[in-house]
């Protein structure tokens, strides 16, 4: 079993950045892919970015394309979420989500284990 903790969020102007980290429990975190998802107020969840387990694989969605990057290292049993030109539409829930059996990384139904989430808000 695999426990996350988020961290990092906070409140930004618009065009601030933030980097978000998600820190897993366990000795077998890197046979884990990682997704990072966000939920606004009377949204779905979406999946913004993930990453497979060994880190040579990454996925965005076309939101992030350009401004969202994420790294892991798993040494520290860590994925970071580097998020930049922040907008008031990126305002949202942000969890990290691990998954042994990912085939598809930006597939939500695939992750098994979430974190409890961290609040990002960027005014305008």
């Known amino acids: 079993q695999v426990q996350l903790v988020e961290s990092g969020g906070g409140e930004v102007q618009a065009g601030d950045s933030l980097r978000l980290s998600c820190a897993a429990s366990?000795?077998?975190?890197?046979?884990?892919?990682v997704g990072w998802f966000r939920q606004a107020p009377a949204k779905e969840r979406e999946v913004v970015a993930s990453i497979s387990r060994s880190g040579l694989s990454t996925y965005y969605t076309d939101s992030a394309k350009g401004r969202f990057t994420t790294s892991r290292d798993n040494d520290k049993n860590t994925v970071y979420l580097q998020m930049n030109s922040l907008k008031p539409e990126d305002t949202a829930v942000y969890y990290c989500?691990?998954?042994?059996?990912?085939?598809?990384?930006?597939?939500?139904?695939?992750?098994?284990?979430w974190g409890q989430g961290t609040q990002v808000t960027v005014s305008s």
């Open positions: 366990g000795r077998t975190f890197s046979l884990y892919a």
């Open positions: 989500a691990a998954g042994r059996l990912v085939t598809v990384l930006a597939d939500r139904k695939a992750y098994d284990y």
